[in-house]
T-cell receptor
């Protein structure tokens, strides 16, 4: 158990809908990262938050947004969902966003868009 | 652009047959190289961090080494439970997002 909690574990929704994925980082970790993993692609970085502030963005679609709250949990919002958004979404946390600290991953949310 | 390339894509081993996985990277000012293990449908599990050329880390049957251009993950006398996809990742040159390689899927047959 990495200490990173993601909910829900599975999500099935229809095209055009909006969903929210939640992540609770390890106790004491200030950084939260979101990644997308689909069958034909590896782990793709989406966005990084450090202590409530956005630090880096990857190839995150405009339909996707995220935030990190004062209690350090994070939410990833996906809207106007398309079939191609079906993937595993992982959250990772690390102690610091200021050094190359190792990141610990949650078990992921499997999103299926039908 | 920072790049991480892993080879081979897949590796089939007999139990006890040692082998090595390669991870080559192009990033200026390496600030760590990370190895993860991922089982199907699960989140990546952290294995090692290497920071400087010549550094080595060991955990059970796994040993990771680092040079200036690449890292190797050696699997000694593997067991079926070592079957997984092994991923390496590096932080970016200008930020700390991890760029992952595509992974090497290792299958160990009994």
């Amino acid at each position: 158990d990495s200490g990173v909690t993601q909910t829900p574990k599975h999500l099935i929704t229809a095209t055009g809908q909006r969903v929210t994925l939640r992540c609770s980082p390890r106790s004491g970790d200030l950084s939260v990262y979101w990644y997308q993993q689909s069958l034909d692609q590896g782990l793709q970085f989406l966005i990084h938050y450090y202590n409530g502030e956005e630090r880096a963005k990857g190839n995150i679609l405009e339909r996707f947004s995220a935030q990190q709250f004062p209690d350090l949990h994070s939410e990833l919002n996906l809207s106007s969902l398309e079939l191609g958004d079906s993937a595993l979404y992982f959250c990772a946390s690390s102690l610091s966003g200021l050094t190359g600290a190792e990141a610990f991953f949650g078990q992921g949310t499997r999103l299926t868009v039908v | 652009e920072d790049q991480v390339t892993q080879s081979p894509e897949a590796l089939r081993l007999q139990e006890g047959e040692s082998s090595s996985l390669n991870c080559s990277y192009t990033v200026s000012g390496l600030r760590g190289l990370f190895w993860y293990r991922q089982d199907p449908g699960k989140g990546p599990e952290f294995l090692f961090t290497l920071y400087s050329a010549g550094e080595e880390k060991e955990k059970e049957r796994l040993k990771a080494t680092l040079t200036k251009k690449e890292s190797f993950l050696h699997i000694t006398a593997p067991k079926p439970e070592d079957s997984a996809t092994y991923l390496c990742a590096v932080p970016g040159s200008n930020d700390y997002k991890l760029s992952f390689g595509a992974g090497t899927t290792v299958t160990v047959r009994a």
